[in-house]
């Protein structure tokens, strides 16, 4: 099994930033494309970034592009996401996940195989 622990939550104000973290154990990260999710109050899941085995693929959906950066060190077993310029509707839970040999090319959550618990990022001035 593989566990993902996700940290770096919290609250800031619009225009701020916040980095996630997200630390695997129990499996070698590099088997895994990993991908954050996030759920806001009342509204359904949904992917906003994904990055393939290697890092050579990276997909952001349209709300996360040019706003926030996914990168991974496999040495460390880790999947950081970088959230810039944030903004109130960016509030939600944001949670880590892994897909067995997950390429990217795609953010449905039907490519995924373990699932963080989540960390709260709140956006409010």
């Known amino acids: 099994q593989l566990q993902l622990v996700e940290s770096g939550g919290g609250l800031v104000r619009p225009g701020g930033s916040l980095s996630l973290s997200c630390v695997a154990s129990?499996?070698?990260?590099?088997?895994?494309?990993v991908a954050w999710f996030r759920q806001a109050p009342g509204k359904e899941r949904e992917g906003v970034s994904c990055i393939s085995r290697s890092g050579a693929n990276t997909m952001y959906a349209d709300s996360a592009k040019g706003r926030f950066t996914i990168s991974r060190d496999n040495a460390k077993n880790t999947v950081w996401l970088q959230l810039n310029s944030l903004r109130p509707e960016d509030t939600a839970v944001y949670f880590c996940?892994?897909?067995?040999?997950?390429?990217?090319?795609?953010?449905?959550?039907?490519?995924?195989?373990?699932w963080g618990q989540g960390t709260q990022v709140a956006v409010s001035s």
């Open positions: 129990g499996l070698s990260l590099d088997n895994y494309g």
């Open positions: 996940a892994a897909g067995y040999r997950h390429t990217c090319y795609s953010l449905l959550a039907s490519y995924i195989d373990f």
